[in-house]
Nanobody
Framework: QVQLKESGGGSVQAGGSLRLSCGAS????????LGWVRQVPGKEREGLAS???????NYADSVKGRFTISKDAADNTLYLQMNNLKPEDTAMYYC?????????????????WGQGTQVTVSS
C-alpha cells in the first residue's frame, strides 16, 4: 500500500506557475498509475493528469498544454508543473494512485489519495 503526501501549493497571480510535488512512502511507484485530481467545494472531483507505469501521460482538456505531469523514480516523487494558471484553477489538488490499469489510468480513477494541497489563483 502506498501513502501519498503533496506539497507545493500556494497562492499565485493569473499567468503564473506552480509546481506540485507528491512523495510516496510504504511502497515505490513501480507498478502504479499516478495522477493529479482537483476539487472545488460543492463541485465534483476533476481528474487532471495521469502517468502510467510506462510513462505514458494523459491530460484533461482543461489543462492540456498548460500542465505537465512527471515522475522521478529515483526519489519516488510525482510532479505537476502548472503554467499559465487561471483563477478557475483554484482548488484543492490531490495526488492519487492506483495499481496499474490502462482503463483506470485513462479515466483518472484512483484508489489511493493524498491529503491535498491548496492552490489559489488570483486575477
Amino acid at each position: 500500500q502506498v501513502q501519498l503526501k503533496e506539497s507545493g501549493g500556494g497562492s499565485v497571480q493569473a499567468g503564473g506557475s506552480l509546481r506540485l510535488s507528491c512523495g510516496a512512502s510504504g511502497s515505490t511507484y513501480t507498478g502504479y498509475c499516478l495522477g493529479w485530481v482537483r476539487q472545488v467545494p460543492g463541485k465534483e472531483r476533476e481528474g487532471l493528469a495521469s502517468i502510467d507505469k510506462y510513462g505514458v501521460t494523459n491530460y484533461a482538456d482543461s489543462v492540456k498544454g498548460r500542465f505537465t505531469i512527471s515522475k522521478d523514480a529515483a526519489d519516488n516523487t510525482l510532479y505537476l508543473q502548472m503554467n499559465n494558471l487561471k483563477p478557475e484553477d483554484t482548488a484543492m489538488y490531490y495526488c492519487a494512485a492506483v495499481t496499474h490499469s490502462p482503463m483506470l489510468c485513462g479515466n483518472f480513477e484512483f484508489y489511493y489519495w493524498g491529503q491535498g494541497t491548496q492552490v489559489t489563483v488570483s486575477s
